[in-house]
């Protein structure tokens, strides 16, 4: 037998057994707990019993005691055991049959008239497992009590010339008449009402027996079925464990300790080690393993000095062009292409339904170039670019291109964003103020052109050698008519703008502009942004005064 399956087989009866003596041990004290409660419930209840039958049986000691010779302390200790019942005074902690002869004995005082904590019978009873029925037959037999303490009461008073006006009150006044007391304690009635709450109290406990009775039996015989099942199961798993040692001690013990020798030596650096282990277990498949390890150390360890000179050149160069490559490719495109490029995607093209496309082109820049020369001309190139990176940047916008002095900006592409009109107006108007001041300090006259137009265009990176990330779409070339076709120093803007933005921004009107294959379309001037140009309301421009004010 192989180790794993052996291994496999005795973990799997390991756990079953151990599995299997733990949901007996939870059983087991369940059980025991269960019985526990159950004679404590039973002694508590047959107590609570016995306290109503010790009570009634001292109150009429009292009361009689209180009709022969008057003495008040057996008045005191009747309306005490009264009281206890009721729940007004506390019951005493050690309140059992022979109470009361400690008290009449002057061997211990009686009860404090203490009543915080106090709980008459029925709701100790009502606070213990009680049935129905058994709450039935305790009212029962309160009432046959609650008979008894009015004929006593009445022979107390008649002992002391008070006798009942017929309203339940002993206010008519007499002669003591203790003869008339003393027949009334001992009464027919009296002694009936007697035996009827003695045996009323002992159906209730015969009830309360013969129903824990029942429960307590099946309790022990389930805790004695499980103390069975854990000691089988106890044996069980002692007897897998000797059986494993010896398993163990006689297959792979002695092979094991062979091959350990070898492996020590190995470990020593005695590479020319073999390990001779016959067999076809795991044990003896280690030990093949082994030999072919040690041989290919020896031929690995050789070559490994010579990979070790050469590792570090080649990491330090490496490292080098990554960083190279990285800064290129985030250079030439997008943070989030660039990521996606890495990431092993090939070809990426999307359709961004909702984006805003910027163009930008300095007026008469062919013969500004011209005048200024090569060296002005790309310093001068570099100054507004180098401020309009720091727009794009600002604005979380994104720079497509620029082509000669033309600067194309994008809103909403490569990361979709909802506000990309807003933030490409707020670009394009500090990109204004941004010319307007630095054209003051040139030396020449400095004016740029600005277009834009908002809609749907695909997007996505071209070549493979030279990677470009690009736009396409009617709404590229129609932004980039706008510009062309704008003022000098004024951002020239759609409808489809104008509409987007017409809450927060102000225009003027721009008139009616015709493109090539196109049908004539209203056009815009965005001036600021209403919170920044408060009293402003937008007019319409000479050319369009008949049109109404947009």
Known sequence: MKLRTFFSVFFLLLVALAGAQLALGFLLEKAQKELETSHIELESLTTLAEDLILSSQWQTRFSTGYISNGDSKRLDWYNAIEDILNGKVVRPEDYSFGYWDLVNGGIIPPPENQGDGAISIEDRFLSQNITAHELNQLKEAQTFHDKLVAIERAAMHASNGEFDDGAGTFSRKGKPDRALAAKLLLSNEYQKLNGDLVQKIFQMQKLIRQRYAGQIARQQAFASQVLDANTYL???????????????????????????????????????????????????????????????????FDKLEDKIKLSGKALSDLEVERSRSEKLLHNILPAAIAQRLRGGEETIAEVFPEVTVFFSDIVGFTELSAKLGPHATVNM??????????????????????????????????????????????FALEAQSFIASYGNELPYALHMRMGVHTGTVAAGVVGKKRFSYDLWGDVVNVASRFESTGQPDKIHVSEAVKVRLNDDYVFLDGGTVEFKGKEATRSFFLIGKKTQMPGILEFTTPRAAAATPS
Do not use: W
């Not at 020798?261 to 080690?273: D, F, K, P, Q, Y």
């Not at 670019?385 to 809103?411: A, C, P, Q, W």
């Open 381 to 426: 190139l570099n100054a507004i670019f180098e401020k309009f990176d720091e727009l794009v940047e600002k604005h979380g916008v994104e720079k497509i291109k620029t082509i000669g002095d033309s600067y194309m900006v994008v809103g909403g592409v490569p990361n979709r964003d909802p506000l990309h009109c807003q933030h490409i107006a707020d």
């Open 234 to 300: 106890n044996i069980g798993l002692f007897g897998l464990v000797i059986v494993s040692f010896l398993f163990l001690r006689n297959r792979f013990s002695v092979r094991a300790s062979q091959l350990m020798a070898v492996v020590r030596e190995i470990g020593s650096g005695n590479l020319a080690a073999q390990a001779s282990v016959l067999g076809s277990d795991e044990i003896s498949e280690l030990a093949t393993t082994i030999n072919t390890m040690v041989a290919n150390l020896n031929v690995a």
